[in-house]
């Protein structure tokens, strides 16, 4: 059974600082890219950041300059520092991690979502 765990949400005021982590574990061989999804309320689920295995990172052009996604491979850990907040960043942030579990193919893997509220 493989598990990925978030932690770090909460409410914070415009203009704060979270850090949100997601640890997997199980059976796990080796994890792939990582990623940070939310969806706010009324809204799609859209792609925040994404990590490879080697650290290179991509965001959406709405986080730039003020989400850092990072990754501990030895923890199987995915990290998200995200500074300088705006009520428009409130969402459920949910991980994601394409893993290769014991057996079978890569395959997608999600936590269960954590909530992050900025107050204006």
């Known amino acids: 059974q493989v598990q990925l765990v978030e932690s770090g949400g909460g409410l914070v005021q415009s203009g704060g600082s979270l850090r949100l982590s997601c640890a997997a574990s199980g059976s796990i061989s080796w994890i792939y890219d990582m990623a940070w999804y939310r969806q706010a309320p009324g809204k799609q689920r859209e792609l925040v950041a994404s990590?490879?295995?080697?650290?290179?990172?991509t965001y959406a052009d709405s986080v730039k300059g003020r989400f850092t996604i990072s990754r501990d491979n030895a923890k199987n850990t995915v990290y998200l520092q995200m500074n300088s907040l705006k009520p428009e960043d409130t969402a459920v942030y949910v991980c994601?991690?394409?893993?290769?579990?014991?057996?079978?193919?890569?395959?997608?893997?999600w936590g269960q979502g954590i909530q992050v509220t900025v107050s204006s």
């Open positions: 994601n991690g394409r893993l290769l579990v014991a057996i079978g193919p890569p395959s997608d893997h």
């Open positions: 990590i490879t295995r080697g650290r290179s990172a």
